[in-house]
T-cell receptor, first 110, second 115 residues
Framework: SQQGEEDPQALSIQEGENATMNCSYK?????LQWYRQNSGRGLVHLIL?????REKHSGRLRVTLDTSKKSSSLLITASRAADTASYFC??????????FGAGTTVTVRA | DAGVIQSPRHEVTEMGQEVTLRCKPI?????LFWYRQTMMRGLELLIY????????DSGMPEDRFSAKMPNASFSTLKIQPSEPRDSAVYFC?????????????FGDGTRLSIL
């Protein structure tokens, strides 16, 4: 079953704009991860945020986590055509088992 | 460094045939995962190995599915007999440490079509 649910399902933006997507989950977590999947490829790990962290940055990526609301957001700043992909959040309530959401499909228009 | 390597990348076969998917994890990783991705169900964990031992196979759909990891550098997922509803993209992933909080490294998947 899918623990994380991303919102929106799809997002279309102009190159240079920021893209924000959200993830909500149901049960308590230890960590939350974000992955990117380009068409026809496997998932690529982007960033991990632990349950005791509120915000984390990696390059043009900014992730927030609000455990009281059971939600996380991923912000991609100054988007590029290469950012066109599907983005998934994954929670690991259990030791090794990641539960992936359905993903947000981001299209960056040139 | 080479990533997770899966073969074949595409497989088209007829219903009833045996299908074998292969995976070579990243060297040094001790955890290996098989996932299935479909539009309807998203990404589902099928089976998890730690140090070559199957730890959790609760996601394996039915007895037609089996997985093995004979050594640290190779794993197979077998479907026998295959059915059209098995059509999906199958991913193998590996990670370096058992336990939560570690990123998983995915192969590029095998796109399986059962006619």
């Amino acid at each position: 079953s899918q623990q994380g649910e991303e919102d929106p399902q799809a997002l279309s933006i102009q190159e240079g704009e920021n893209a924000t997507m959200n993830c909500s989950y149901k049960t308590s977590i230890n960590n939350l991860q974000w992955y990117r999947q380009n068409s026809g490829r496997g998932l690529v790990h982007l960033i991990l945020i632990r349950s005791n962290e509120r915000e984390k940055h990696s390059g043009r990526l900014r992730v927030t986590l609000d455990t009281s609301k059971k939600s996380s957001s991923l912000l991609i700043t100054a988007s590029r055509a290469a950012d066109t992909a599907s983005y998934f959040c994954a929670t690991d309530a259990a030791d090794y088992k990641l539960s992936f959401g359905a993903g947000t499909t981001v299209t960056v228009r040139a | 460094d080479a990533g997770v390597i899966q073969s074949p990348r595409h497989e088209v076969t007829e219903m009833g045939q045996e299908v074998t998917l292969r995976c070579k994890p990243i060297s040094g990783h001790n955890s290996l995962f098989w996932y299935r991705q479909t539009m309807m169900r998203g990404l589902e964990l099928l089976i998890y190995f730690n140090n070559n031992v199957p730890i959790d196979d609760s996601g394996m759909p039915e007895d037609r599915f089996s997985a093995k990891m004979p050594n640290a550098s190779f794993s197979t997922l077998k479907i026998q007999p295959s059915e059209p509803r098995d059509s999906a993209v199958y991913f193998c992933a590996s990670s370096s440490v058992t336990g939560g909080g570690q990123p998983q490294h995915f192969g590029d998947g095998t796109r399986l079509s059962i006619l």
